[in-house]
């Protein structure tokens, strides 16, 4: 009888392992229904192991030749983020409206993409100000709100608002994931003539203030690998998400007019390039212990050459594995594989300018609430959901470099599951001179 449990509990495995291969291969738009098929199928879909199997494979699927790009959508009514598919036929594929639900602003205001890893969307809004046309990429009023936000899910968080000092003044913003405590964080920088930095932790739902001296005041450009990078005065400046701390004047491979730093086949590179030429040049850093602050020099290995055909206004950067995205006086996209350039007509659907590269995932946001656009009011939009801070899933990627800390939700729930209430939180700063907490890395 014992072999035949021991038979019984391996069948069950396999049963388990082959319904996890076949559902992580569909949209998350699906698996949310699946959820509603049975208890079991619920709580399948719910768990870590499973949501890391569905964002590993969408991350590395084998289809390289498309990319989908969250971006500001023009409309008639209003501006709203949707999905602009680039590669094969370049057309927008989906409307993803906004982080906060209908009704939340007595106007409709203009929000903007801050950053965007994991299927995870940080959004600046300003709560006094409706469409502004200087709003500038990353650089924000000190009272705007930020959000955190699931598109796919339509899970989303309002992050406590917390300043360090009162008064005028703009900050810029960045959004990065901390593979090794599985930490999504916000990073605001102070654009006084005081510079100081604030970093809040989803995980943690605070904020730290990190006292600093920049010489160069500039805009996240990108998260990899745990950093977060921008082009500084005397070369690249990364800032270590989980250290919290700037490694300043990293040496790039040669001089440039504009450089673009980019995640290319899962390696950190820059690309490099001159105003009015038709090459660009692509590096890849070779030993990343240069963005550990341990005195290594960074070294450097000339990968690609590349005469696109047409002037070099601007690179955008690399949004899949083969194509290269520029401005030419229109957005203009290179393929690598195939060595062909074209342009993109995006003017009938949005500015070509805040581009973000955006991969769907069930990854979930602590402590967020459903938004809700449609016009059944019936829906409720303040339902919210917790999520465990004890369950964490690695989200391995070809070289097993990354994770991210996933709660598993109760099985017992429907799958409109509730939420936590965000005022419970008030967002309290932890001074940088303290330790960070001693249960960080456990979240």
Not at 82 to 104: I, R, T
Request: with cysteine.
């Amino acid at each position: 009888m014992g072999k035949g449990n021991q038979n019984d509990d391996g069948e069950r495995l396999k049963e388990e392992d082959l319904l996890i291969e076949v559902l992580s291969r569909l949209d998350v738009k699906t698996l949310l229904q699946c959820k509603s098929v049975s208890k079991p199928w619920y709580s399948l879909i719910s768990t870590p192991i499973f949501i890391k199997s569905h964002l590993n494979r969408t991350l590395n699927g084998a289809d390289n030749q498309t990319a989908n790009l969250i971006v500001r959508r023009r409309n008639k009514k209003h501006d709203s983020f949707s999905l602009f598919q680039l590669g094969g036929c370049d057309e927008l594929v989906a409307n993803l409206d906004f982080p906060y639900s209908k009704g939340d602003y007595g106007f409709t205001p203009l929000p903007m993409v801050i950053g965007c890893v994991c299927g995870i969307v940080c959004v600046c809004v300003d709560p006094n100000a409706g469409i502004d046309p200087n709003w500038c990429k990353s650089i924000i009023n000190r009272q705007s709100d930020i959000y955190i936000w699931n598109p796919a899910t339509k899970q989303s968080k309002l992050i406590p608002a917390h300043t360090l000092h009162d008064g005028e003044g703009k900050v810029f913003l960045g959004f990065g994931f901390d593979p090794i405590d599985f930490d999504f964080k916000v990073v605001k920088v102070n654009l006084s003539d005081d510079v100081f930095l604030e970093v809040y932790s989803l995980n943690r739902n605070v904020w730290r203030k990190i006292e600093i001296k920049l010489a160069n005041k500039n805009i996240f450009k990108i998260c990899i690998h745990g950093f977060l990078f921008t082009i500084g005065l005397n070369g690249m400046m990364a800032f270590d998400l989980n250290k919290e701390v700037f490694i300043c004047d990293i040496q790039l491979p040669a001089h440039s007019d504009d450089a673009c730093i980019a995640d290319f086949k899962d390696s950190i590179v820059v690309i490099l390039s001159n105003f009015g030429d038709d090459m660009i040049n692509l590096w890849t850093l070779d030993d990343e212990a240069c963005l550990r602050g341990v005195g290594v020099e960074a070294s450097w290995t000339m990968m690609l050459t590349i005469d696109v055909g047409v002037r070099v206004d601007w690179v955008y950067g690399i949004f899949n594995s083969v194509e290269f995205l520029l401005e030419s006086g229109d957005c203009f996209s290179y393929n690598l594989d195939k060595k062909v350039g074209r342009y993109i007509d995006t003017n009938p659907f949005f500015d070509f300018v805040d581009l973000f590269k955006y991969t769907e995932s069930l990854v979930p946001v602590a402590g967020s609430k459903l938004v809700n656009w449609s016009d059944d009011n019936e829906e409720s939009s303040t339902d919210s959901e917790e999520v465990s801070e004890e369950s964490s899933v690695d989200l391995e990627d070809g070289n097993e470099r990354s994770s991210v800390g996933i709660g598993s939700e109760d099985d017992n729930e429907k799958s409109t599951v509730g939420l936590e209430d965000d005022e419970e939180s008030s967002g309290d700063f932890v001074d940088a001179n303290e330790e960070k907490s001693a249960d960080s890395g456990d979240e």
